[in-house]
Each structure stands twice: as C-alpha cells, then as structure tokens.
T-cell receptor, first 115, second 111 residues
Framework: KAGVTQTPRYLIKTRGQQVTLSCSPI?????VSWYQQTPGQGLQFLFE???????NKGNFPGRFSGRQFSNSRSEMNVSTLELGDSALYLC??????????????FGQGTRLTVV | DAKTTQPPSMDCAEGRAANLPCNHS???????VYWYRQIHSQGPQYIIH???NNETNEMASLIITEDRKSSTLILPHATLRDTAVYYC????????????FGKGTRLSVIA
C-alpha cells in the first residue's frame, strides 16, 4: 500500500511569508502527527490530529498551526516565517489503535528553506 | 524531554551483530520502549517496541532488562544499509502520546 506522502518535497520562502505543507496518511490511518527536524534541536513534536481534532500539541509558537480533513489528510501552516523555521518537516501517520498497530509511519518530509 | 540515554555514536563491522544500548532508568511500569531509525535524508522508520518481554521481528531483537532500566536493540547481521541514527524512546500509552526523540545513536556499519 502507498506510504505517507508529503508535498512539496522542497520549498524556498522569504522571511515574513507564510507556507502550507500537506500530508496524506496511509489509507485507513486516522492519526497524523507533525515534527520539525533541525540540526540544532533534532526532531521535535509539533502537533497531532486524530479524526479532525488536535489531540496533542508541542511547545511551538502560535505561528505554527495545522488541521486535518475528513479524509484524514492534514496540512500545517507556518505564518510570518523566520529564518529559524528552516527545517525538515516530517509527517507521520498511525492507526492510533491500542496494542499493535500503534507504530508511526513517517513520510519523506518537506525541506523548507527560509531566506 | 527525552527520558533515555544513548551513546552518540557506534561502529559495527558489516555482517556482525550491532548491539545498541539504551538507558531508561526512570521508566514507569506502563511505559513502552520504542526503537526507530533514520537513514540520511529520510523520515524515521519504526523498528520494534516492547513493554517488558524481549521482542523479535524481521528487522531486529529488543532485549529489555528485568528491572526495565535499560534495553538493547540487536541487529543480528548488520549491513551497510543499516547505517543510520537509531532512536530509543520511552512512551506511555502509545495511543495518546507523541514520540519524543532524543539525539539517538549514529551507527556506522563498516565494510
């Protein structure tokens, strides 16, 4: 079956602009999580959505937001971009069921560069 | 904050077993141990997880000490493609809590 698909793969934006990243989870998965990866901070959790509701949120400013649609696809938005937002943004999907099946499957990521 | 301690790097000869240690001395009774790896420029990949019993799958084995304060991920026959950063994560209730990644161990498999 198809894996987690993230678009676009690469993006260059100017400081002050906003950006929207998209994630299509594995078919049947209802949970989508977003992570930011930078060389200095490593992999950091942004937020998680399950059935269109945000269930968990990491310690990021309000400029970072997300949403999930009824088909489980998710988008994250970053407004007023700063140079420090340059990072690899990763999306992960999971069944969010108890016991087995709770492993998360990650996409290839979107590499965002802010100039 | 990550609740685990891992060595920053390790080397392993190709074809030999790679044994990656993880210390989680403050683990609670209901926390699972998860292992993921990230090959350069790719998203992390799930390897294995366990609660208290040892686990084995097609990729690796997970050995958890009886007191659960540490664990070891074993790749039985390491190949060059196993070169990656390996993350050990403790996680309570996988259904409702996010993965918290530490710095992991950079494993280099050498020919």
């Amino acid at each position: 079956k198809a894996g987690v698909t993230q678009t676009p793969r690469y993006l260059i934006k100017t400081r002050g602009q906003q950006v929207t990243l998209s994630c299509s989870p594995i078919s049947g998965h209802r949970s989508v999580s977003w992570y930011q990866q930078t060389p200095g901070q490593g992999l950091q959790f942004l937020f998680e959505y399950f059935s269109e509701t945000q269930r968990n949120k990491g310690n990021f400013p309000g400029r970072f937001s997300g949403r999930q649609f009824s088909n489980s696809r998710s988008e994250m938005n970053v407004s007023t971009l700063e140079l420090g937002d340059s990072a690899l943004y990763l999306c992960a999907s999971s069944l969010a069921a108890g016991g087995m099946g709770t492993e998360a499957f990650f996409g290839q990521g979107t590499r965002l560069t802010v100039v | 904050d990550a609740k685990t301690t891992q060595p920053p790097s390790m080397d392993c000869a190709e074809g030999r077993a790679a044994n990656l240690p993880c210390n989680h001395s403050t683990i609670s009774g209901n926390e699972y141990v998860y292992w993921y790896r990230q090959i350069h420029s790719q998203g992390p990949q799930y390897i294995i997880h366990g609660l208290k019993n040892n686990e084995t799958n097609e990729m690796a084995s997970l050995i958890i000490t009886e007191d659960r304060k540490s664990s070891t991920l074993i790749l039985p026959h390491a190949t060059l493609r196993d070169t990656a950063v390996y993350y050990c994560i403790v996680r309570v209730d996988p259904r409702n809590t996010p993965l918290v990644f530490g710095k992991g161990t950079r494993l280099s498999v050498i020919a």
